[in-house]
């Protein structure tokens, strides 16, 4: 016993060696060291970036940048995935493409300023960098969240994609009744924003619609694309250039998302209901 100090020694007494080793590593935790780095002498690599934690700083390189949005989809897709899984639905794949400038652009949207937008054609999400960065110079204070609530819309636009939400619209669109179209456009709208108001809370980040600066950055995107001369031919979509809700009816089903963060929360039907334009 003369290997252990006096001081420790009716604690052993009391507690026996596990209970001793066990403080122990309560201790070491506490300082903030793994307790298996001492035991293994192996450093643990650090936890993944987050749509928090991954937030580029100011001065972020190019690659930083880039990086973000791919970690919101990253989150925003096992959310999902999730979601089906839990009512037996097998969840369609998406990939994302983060190109240099608009002119990488695939799903016949080269040179067109939408920032991000969901492709139903190849099922992708496609965010344009350099626009990034110029609504980050811009916006300074509510850019990087707005991307990341606009790759949130567009992985809802998926969803909405393999529920057929958008082969409905296809099919109203041949029956050319324009009031009908605008109105289902404008739901399609409402829905994707309180389905990105689903990852908002699902990623533990404050009401984003409650946040000017982002909400401006978020604009700035919408009003460029509603600027954007597109031609489609019947049958395809773009869900990014279709007719938008009102600012007050997107916030309503984004609050309404936000409060119970589940698809029933944000069906088209109850939106529908609800009437707002």
């Not at 122990?24 to 780095?37: C, E, F, S, W």
């Not at 925003?76 to 002119?103: G, H």
């Not at 990852?199 to 950055?217: K, P, S």
């Amino acid at each position: 016993m003369g290997l252990i100090p006096a001081g420790a020694l009716p604690h052993v007494k009391r507690f026996g060696w596990s209970g001793v080793l066990a403080l122990g590593v309560v201790i070491v935790m506490l300082a903030g060291i793994n307790p298996i780095t001492l035991i293994s002498g192996k450093v643990s690599p650090p936890p993944p970036p987050t749509s928090i934690t991954g937030v580029p700083a100011s001065s972020a390189s190019i690659e930083q940048i880039a990086a973000y949005p791919p970690i919101v989809g990253s989150e925003a897709e096992l959310m999902w995935r999730r979601f089906f899984w839990q009512t037996a639905i097998r969840f369609p794949r998406v990939t994302m493409s983060v190109v240099e400038t608009s002119s990488a652009f695939g799903c016949g949207m080269a040179g067109k300023d939408l920032t991000v937008f969901y492709c139903p054609d190849n099922r992708m999400v496609y965010v344009d960098r350099s626009a990034y960065e110029r609504l980050r110079a811009k916006f300074p204070l509510g850019a990087d969240y707005a991307m990341a609530y606009l790759v949130a819309e567009a992985y809802g636009h998926h969803v909405q994609w393999a529920l057929g939400v958008f082969t409905d619209l296809v099919a109203l669109q041949s029956l050319r009744g324009a009031d009908r179209i605008a109105a289902l456009e404008r739901q399609i709208d409402q829905q994707a924003a309180c389905y990105a108001a689903m990852w908002t809370i699902t990623a533990g980040i404050d009401e984003l619609d409650r946040n000017a600066a982002v909400m401006a950055a978020v604009g700035a995107v919408e009003a460029n694309r509603g600027n954007a001369i597109i031609n489609l031919p019947l049958g395809r979509v773009v869900p990014e250039v279709l007719a938008t809700a009102s600012p007050e009816a997107r916030a309503a089903w984004y609050d309404k998302g936000y409060a119970i963060p589940a698809p029933g929360s944000c069906k088209l039907d109850k939106i529908a209901a609800e009437g707002l334009v």
